[in-house]
């Protein structure tokens, strides 16, 4: 298509040329035609056929020129577009044909204007249908512009499509876990994502595009970012440069803060630079952790008491510990992981260390292909050892096991097996072994055999350990037990119960004289004198027999019988045997049930105190009155003490009893005669109470009694207990006022060497040696040589048991300061007591 404007243009020329040349010709005229048309043409086809819409407007916004490629640009039918149309109308055309929006009276007036002042404009729009079209303005030198029109659809959208995809991979490179940082092939920063600048926050304003790679480390260098590059300087950037040039490089950073960066390093193939960085500081962390636990485990089993070893499934080492090497003298070359355990095997058995039954047992257990258990198993080493192997199974396949030299242990076992069923002083079997021995016994028994149990007690030996000491009674049982083991034959048990106690089991009796003519020989033997540590030690034993199937089948009840036995034996005057009766056992029964009367008796205020008045003989007065304990029994009456005291003792009853008897005889006596004392026994099981003196002070403080007014009297056996222990809280007691008499003088081994040890208040002469004045001169060779003594020491001395006036007359020539006994009064209840306080002289008189 031809332009309108081109044509107007052309003939418009035309005319005037003709009319110039008129003159020359036709002919000449015609040629000039031709080749104007031939110029028009050729431009009308240039304009045509230019890739951009061409619009040439004049200073006022009227159309002047335009191209076809313009209508085909904003899609306009030729007849709507035509030269001399204005700016403003086309651009109404345009919006309302919709192909363009917008403010039009303003683009055209702003137009106009940039052209008139002679500034070139460029811009963007974007068509109705999507298109976008790149409008150039250029203005005229003499005025109006011309304008080009380039449809740059497809250019846009490969703008945006490339937008997008750096975009994208933008989002990729910022969503990286690890932190990346691009150089181009002269070591000049492109690019970083935020991760890499996190892991460098010191060095994040020097990232600018343009900064060379040297320049970057030299200022983190300077700004201390590398803590690997403390004190080496140049020289450190040296490596760090030549790191870098490497095709690709990986190692681990250290930084000051303390975390770490694995740093990879590699080129792209247009030889720019590409660098990873991953924060490894958890990772370090855990290896550092896992350094720290392997060193512990390793300290953990290297410092075992057993020897641990891991095989993989193939039968191949994995680990083994010190342990493990020394209990098999192992070469180091066969403790190294990989070591087969056919050849551990082959050298302990090669080295002598196990028997090749135990290496067999072993390799059929372990052998690839057989079916592994965990298992247990005990193996004697050639040496003498015992080892204790424990295998179990691993996931994998292999196995773990431990091997422990348990010799000791089992010699400890054996022993403390001996132990549990031997004593330990005699080395005799002990009651839990005699109870077996007799189980297998009496099963004999019930086949037919006969065996008889046989209890044993030496007579007296409290009374021997006591005075001797403990070291002299354990030689002396010591002894026993050898004495008895010669009396036995191998078939017969015997055992220590405890203390002096000792039981036989004799078995294969044709009849009771074979087990009577056993215990005679027992106590011909036990009975000869003993020879321990310079002293010669008298002994004798009581013997107490039961016979099996004849009493009973019953194990506890036959060793009950014996016991019974053995009670009798005793009450018989001891140093002799007794065969079980079954009257016995009703004796036996009456025992008990006067230790579980006794138990109830204080709580039913059963007991009551009765007093026995002194005399002073010089004073003719009540001196002191002896505290006597009385027992009145809900069915038997008034028991004697010297039934239930016994049973007290052995109980431990006497604590509760003897201090209620304190306490109530303080009591008492603080409503007495303030020059009248009172006197409490007082039990050797009491001096075993470490309190005993706290309660001698409460029970003086609780009845107001003054501490001198109390006497304490004690026997020899109080002191033989605990000598030191027990003469230190006598000397508390004295100290604090109470008076310490010492009963029953006279009667035991060491009376005299008392008297050096503690400065008694007075002596008590036993009633043996009263009721011997009139007969025996001895007696009163005895009792002379006891005042004579006690009057040098200023020691009191108190005649026991006179009862008549003969016995009176003697102990006052003999030099007695006070007298007790029925010659003056009975021991009477509390309440009867009064009468002798006031008539006392009077009383105290008519004795004298």
């Known amino acids: 298509m031809l332009l309108t404007a081109v044509h107007a243009a052309y003939i418009g020329t035309g005319a005037i040329v003709l009319m110039v040349v008129a003159g020359l010709g036709v002919h000449y005229a015609r040629r000039v035609r031709r080749a104007l048309r031939r110029q028009q043409f050729q431009l009308d086809t240039a304009l045509n056929n230019m890739s951009h819409g061409l619009c040439m407007f004049d200073a006022a916004g009227v159309l002047r020129l335009f191209n076809t490629r313009y209508l085909e640009v904003f899609g306009i039918p030729d007849a709507k577009v035509e030269v001399g149309s204005t700016l403003r109308a086309m651009l109404a055309h345009l919006e309302n044909a919709g192909i363009i929006s917008g403010d039009q009276d303003r683009y055209a007036a702003e137009l106009i204007a940039a052209m008139a002042a002679g500034r070139p404009t460029r811009a963007r729009r974007e068509l109705g249908d999507g298109r976008t079209v790149l409008i150039t303005n250029r203005p005229l030198p003499r005025g109006g512009w011309v304008a080009t029109h380039e449809d740059i659809s497809e250019r846009v959208r490969s703008e945006r499509q490339a937008q997008e995809a750096n975009a994208y991979l933008r989002d990729v490179i910022e969503a990286m876990p690890a932190g990346l940082i691009l150089y181009d092939s002269e070591d000049r920063y492109v690019l970083c994502n935020r991760r890499f600048d996190a892991m460098y926050p010191k060095t994040v304003d020097l990232r600018v595009p343009g900064m060379r790679f040297e320049e970057m480390i030299r200022a983190g260098l300077a700004r201390g970012v590398y803590d690997e590059s403390r004190s080496r300087g140049e020289a450190w950037i040296t490596e760090r440069l030549a790191a870098h040039t490497k095709p690709w490089s990986v190692y681990e950073q250290r930084h000051a803060d303390g975390r770490w960066m694995r740093v990879e390093d590699s080129h792209t193939p247009g030889r720019g ?112 050892r015992t080892v204790l192997v424990k ?92 004495r008895l083991r010669d009396c036995l034959r191998e078939t017969d048990t015997i055992a220590r119960l405890g203390g002096d106690e000792f039981a036989i089991i004799q078995t294969e009796i044709a009849s009771p004289s074979d087990v009577a003519s056993l215990a005679a020989r027992i106590r011909d033997a036990l009975t000869m004198p003993y020879e321990l540590d310079g002293h ?60 579980l009367d006794l138990r ?65 005889a303080c009591r ?96 008590k002469i036993d009633r043996s040696f009263i009721n011997d004045l009139d007969e025996k001169d001895e007696s009163g060779a005895i009792v002379q040589a006891v005042t004579s003594l006690a009057s040098r020491l200023k020691i009191a001395t108190t005649a026991e048991g006179v009862e008549t006036q003969a016995q009176l007359q003697m102990i006052q020539d003999l030099g007695c300061t006070e007298m007790q006994g029925y010659l003056y009064s009975r021991p009477v209840p509390a309440k009867d007591l009064v009468r002798f306080f006031a008539p006392a002289r009077e009383a105290a008189g008519s004795v004298a």
């Not at 082959?346 to 028997?355: E, F, K, N, P, Q």
């Open 668 to 763: 008492e006596a603080a409503s007495w005669p303030t020059d009248i004392a009172v006197a409490v026994n007082l039990s050797p099981v009491q001096f075993k109470n470490q309190n005993l003196a706290l309660l001698i002070v409460s029970a003086l403080g609780e009845s107001g009694l003054a501490a001198r007014r109390l006497e304490l009297e004690i026997t020899e056996a109080v002191l033989l207990q605990n000598n030191e222990a027990t003469l230190a809280t006598l000397h508390r007691l004295r100290e604090l006022g109470v008076r310490i008499a010492m009963d029953d003088f006279g009667t035991g081994y060491s009376s005299l060497s008392y008297l050096r040890s503690f400065p008694f208040d007075k002596i």
């Open 600 to 664: 109830n008796a204080l709580a039913n205020g059963e007991f009551e105190l009765y007093f026995q008045p002194v005399v002073n003989l010089a004073r003719n007065q009540i001196s002191a009155c002896e505290t006597l304990l009385r027992w009145h029994h809900p069915t038997r009456g008034m028991v004697p003490p010297v039934e239930f005291i016994p049973v007290a003792e052995e109980t431990g009853l006497i604590n509760q009893i003897g201090e209620w008897v304190l306490r109530q």
């Open 536 to 595: 010669q030690v008298p002994a004798d034993v009581s013997i107490g027999i039961s016979l099996a199937p004849e009493d009973t089948l019953d194990p506890d009840q036959l060793l009950k019988n014996a016991d019974m036995a053995l009670y009798r034996s005793k009450a018989d005057g001891r140093g002799t045997y007794r065969f079980f009766e079954p009257q016995m056992d009703e004796r036996v029964r009456t025992r008990r049930t006067l230790e």
């Open 273 to 384: 630079h590409i660098g990873i960085r991953i924060d490894i500081t958890e990772l370090k962390q855990r290896e550092e952790q896992l350094r720290l636990e392997n060193i512990k485990l390793d300290a953990a089993m290297q410092n075992m008491s057993q020897g641990l070893v891991m095989f993989d499934r193939d039968g191949k080492l994995i680990v083994c510990n010190q342990k493990y090497g020394q209990l098999y003298a192992l070469p180091d070359e066969l403790t190294r992981p990989g070591t087969s355990h056919e050849a551990i095997l082959a050298h302990r058995l090669a080295s002598g260390v196990m028997a090749e039954s135990d290496i067999g047992v072993i390799a059929a257990r372990t052998r690839r292909g057989a079916p592994l258990a965990p298992s247990e198993a005990l193996f004697e080493l050639k040496d003498g």
């Open 391 to 482: 295998m179990r199974l691993l996931d994998n396949g292999g196995w773990v096991a431990t091997h422990e030299d348990i010799t000791d242990r089992r010699e400890a076992e054996a022993q403390i097996a001996h132990m549990a069923h031997h004593d330990a002083l005699t080395g005799l079997p002990n009651r839990v072994l005699l109870r077996e021995r007799l189980d297998e016994a009496l099963a004999h028994a019930e086949r037919g055999q006969h065996i008889a149990v046989l209890y044993l007690d030496l007579d007296h030996f409290k009374s021997i350990n006591d005075t001797l000491g403990h070291g002299i009674g354990d030689e002396l049982l010591k002894t026993v037990a050898a």
